[in-house]
């Protein structure tokens, strides 16, 4: 058979080619369907059995949006969000360095101390962290439940910047030291500059670990702070389905966008000198 | 923290730029550095030299705090600067491959140093066109770092240095990561960036050949500390201590008797060296006889009986010019030496018995 080898070198539609586009249909479709299905309860109007789609369409649900509990509720929760990034962003940064310079056993037993609050489930960690809160009075607090989120926060920011720092070209430090760059100058004219794309996706990753608690927010607010999360469980296991779709909606969004702000600044990721 | 330079050329030679000071640090496995003194004048280059691993990273990035010490101090322009942290030392570490910020532009980096220290406008622009004027970049401010070549990152770290102009500078094998041709350029604008304003320059190298081109003396750094710090030309005549010898490589090895006359007895046969080389070697002690391929002296065999009959057993091609492998036989005992082609008197080959001697005047004496 003369030429078969040449064939064999143009690819061509196989049996594992079919595989591969079922299997990333069935991905796009478990990611959206559940999405779509949710955007479309949440502006039913009359919608009974066995009608495949709602026969009204109203926005009363959306406009109740101010009056409702998911109003408060979603402040409630960017805040959180917002104050976890960042302060954990902040909080984290220093530790990952302190961790990329420790060397040996003590690197691995630092690494595995960041890593336990993120491997705890949320519910271990609240109800521990309950006794410590309430006991100093916070619990039941918003203050209470930003510590309580920033315990898993910091330690998987930690992790993040021990992988960015551990790639980090520790002359860069050296160099501008030898320059006459004093460490707060260091800081503030080479590492945050170079680390701009790393931080923006640590203030991105923080906001979404404290998003989308729902243990440690129950178990250290005690109902007293009302996060979404917690709304549109409330409003699930009232019935209230229009309105906990657009709850549960309104949970999707900020993770769209942290996506969205990951995907920009991975693109802009420069730890390596010039 | 940079003082005011002294106004007399016998202030300059009063106060090095640069002083250590039984300088000691570990590192390693090894014992590291153990007792290192120097001293830089202003405008002066010296050339670290060493066997791997001696410790000539360590002792620049020490120089310039950026390696702790365990004892000792470091002094820049008489002043102690032991405790300070690397911002204050008035001294600028260059790391072997260049560092540039890549975030900021070529003239950006360079303006670095005078930025940090809070200088700003026209006079930063001024000394940015300098430096780059000076590595023969004209022009080059608004490039981005990530954009040059890598004999241009060279000399923008160096133009970076020297906008900062530091009493002294430390530069790390600044020519061993470059080929040929790049080699000459970074040369150059090392000996440009000296010009500029003259610092203090140590510049650690392991090629000896590069000694010459960079330095006006060399120190040579074995065991610890500086075994000899002289032109570069007395280092490789003459080698202060057997170590030294070793680690030029180019100084063959024979074991040599001092006789009850003063002369040395060795395979080669009997050296009259005189008294100044051969030191405090009482008469019958046992040292140590280190030459080069160019003092072995051939005849043809037969002229003097009593001479040391050698067999070419082979010829080896070095750079520095082609060597006859001769075996020596000296009471039953067996050596091998080498013995330059170039200018020889006679003319042999492999398996021809010539007589070896050794020309006294290149010959070094060495405690055992």
Request: net charge neutral; aromatic share 4%; charged share 20%.
């Given at each position: 058979m003369t030429g078969s080898h040449l064939a064999a070198a143009v690819p061509r539609p196989g049996p594992g080619r079919i595989v591969r586009g079922?299997?990333?249909?069935?991905?796009?479709?478990?990611?959206?369907?559940?999405?779509?299905?949710?955007?479309?309860?949440?502006?039913?109007?009359?919608?009974?059995?066995?009608?495949?789609?709602?026969?009204?369409?109203?926005?009363?649900?959306?406009?109740?949006?101010?009056?409702?509990?998911?109003?408060?509720?979603?402040?409630?929760?960017?805040?959180?969000?917002?104050a976890a990034g960042l302060v954990g962003c902040v909080l984290a940064l220093p530790l990952g360095r302190a961790l990329a310079r420790l060397r040996g056993w003590r690197r691995h037993v630092g690494a595995a101390a960041a890593f336990l609050p993120v491997a705890a489930p949320p519910l271990a960690l609240g109800t521990g962290l309950q006794v410590v809160l309430l006991s100093v009075g916070l619990g039941g607090t918003v203050a209470g439940v930003l510590l309580a989120h920033l315990v898993p926060a910091v330690g998987y920011l930690s992790l993040f910047f021990l992988g960015t720092f551990t790639l980090f070209d520790e002359r860069v430090e050296a160099e501008a030291r030898t320059l006459g760059a004093t460490p707060w100058q260091v800081w503030r004219h080479v590492l945050l500059p170079m680390l701009r794309g790393p931080i923006v996706e640590a203030v991105a990753l923080g906001f979404l670990i404290s998003w989308g608690q729902f243990a440690l927010t129950l178990v250290v607010g005690g109902g007293a702070v009302r996060a979404l999360p917690l709304e549109v469980f409330a409003l699930v296991r009232a019935g209230q389905d229009r309105a906990a779709a657009v709850g549960a909606l309104l949970l999707v969004v900020p993770p769209a966008i942290g996506l969205a702000a990951l995907r920009w600044a991975a693109q802009r990721t420069a730890v390596a000198p010039a | 923290m940079p003082t005011p330079r002294a106004p007399s050329a016998e202030r300059d030679d009063d106060i090095p730029a640069l002083e250590l000071r039984a300088l000691c640090a570990a590192f390693g496995n090894g014992a590291g550095l153990t007792d290192v003194s120097l001293r830089v004048g202003s405008g002066e280059r010296v050339a670290i030299v060493g066997p791997s691993g001696v410790g000539k990273t360590t002792l620049l990035r020490a120089v310039a705090g950026l390696a702790a010490i365990d004892d000792g101090h470091v002094l820049v322009r008489g002043q102690d600067v032991t405790a300070l942290p690397p911002e204050r030392r008035d001294v600028v570490y260059l790391h072997q491959t260049p560092v540039l910020f890549p975030h900021l532009s070529v003239g950006e980096n360079i303006a670095f140093p005078l930025r940090v220290r809070g200088q700003r406008g026209e006079a930063v622009r001024q000394r940015v066109r300098e430096a780059l004027a000076a590595v023969r970049l004209d022009g080059f401010e608004a490039r981005p770092a990530h954009a040059l070549s890598g004999g241009q990152r060279h000399r923008v770290a160096l133009a970076r240095a020297i906008a900062a102009r530091p009493a002294v500078l430390l530069l790390d094998e600044p020519l061993s990561a470059l080929d040929p041709a790049l080699r000459a350029d970074v040369g150059a604008a090392i000996t440009a960036a000296q010009a500029e304003y003259g610092p203090a320059m140590l510049i650690v190298t392991h090629d000896l050949d590069d000694v010459g081109a960079l330095a006006d003396r060399v120190a040579a750094l074995v065991d610890g500390g500086v075994a000899q710090c002289v032109t570069p030309d007395v280092l490789f005549a003459r080698p202060a201590?057997?170590?030294?010898?070793?680690?030029?490589?180019?100084?063959?090895?024979?074991?040599?008797?001092?006789?009850?006359?003063?002369?040395?007895?060795?395979?080669?046969?009997?050296?009259?060296?005189?008294?100044?080389?051969?030191?405090?070697?009482?008469?019958?002690?046992?040292?140590?006889?280190?030459?080069?391929?160019?003092?072995?002296?051939?005849?043809?065999?037969?002229?003097?009986?009593?001479?040391?009959?050698?067999?070419?057993?082979?010829?080896?091609?070095?750079?520095?010019?082609?060597?006859?492998?001769?075996?020596?036989?000296?009471?039953?005992?067996?050596?091998?030496?080498?013995?330059?082609?170039?200018?020889?008197?006679?003319?042999?080959?492999?398996?021809?018995?010539?007589?070896?001697?050794?020309?006294?005047?290149?010959?070094?004496?060495?405690?055992?």
């Open positions: 079922v299997l990333l249909l069935a991905l796009v479709a478990s990611s959206l369907a559940p999405l779509v299905l949710l955007a479309i309860w949440s502006m039913s109007g009359r919608w009974l059995y066995p009608a495949l789609l709602p026969t009204e369409y109203s926005a009363a649900s959306w406009r109740a949006l101010g009056a409702e509990s998911l109003g408060p509720a979603l402040v409630t929760s960017g805040a959180l969000a917002a | 201590t057997l170590a030294v010898a070793r680690f030029l490589g180019i100084y063959q090895e024979l074991v040599g008797r001092v006789r009850e006359d003063g002369m040395i007895a060795c395979a080669l046969g009997v050296v009259d060296v005189s008294r100044e080389r051969r030191g405090v070697a009482s008469t019958a002690s046992l040292v140590t006889l280190g030459f080069r391929p160019e003092s072995v002296r051939l005849s043809a065999a037969g002229c003097r009986p009593d001479a040391v009959r050698a067999r070419v057993v082979g010829i080896r091609h070095r750079p520095r010019g082609s060597t006859l492998v001769l075996r020596l036989e000296d009471g039953g005992a067996e050596s091998l030496v080498e013995a330059a082609i170039a200018g020889q008197d006679v003319a042999c080959d492999v398996g021809d018995e010539v007589v070896a001697t050794l020309d006294p005047p290149d010959v070094m004496v060495y405690p055992r």
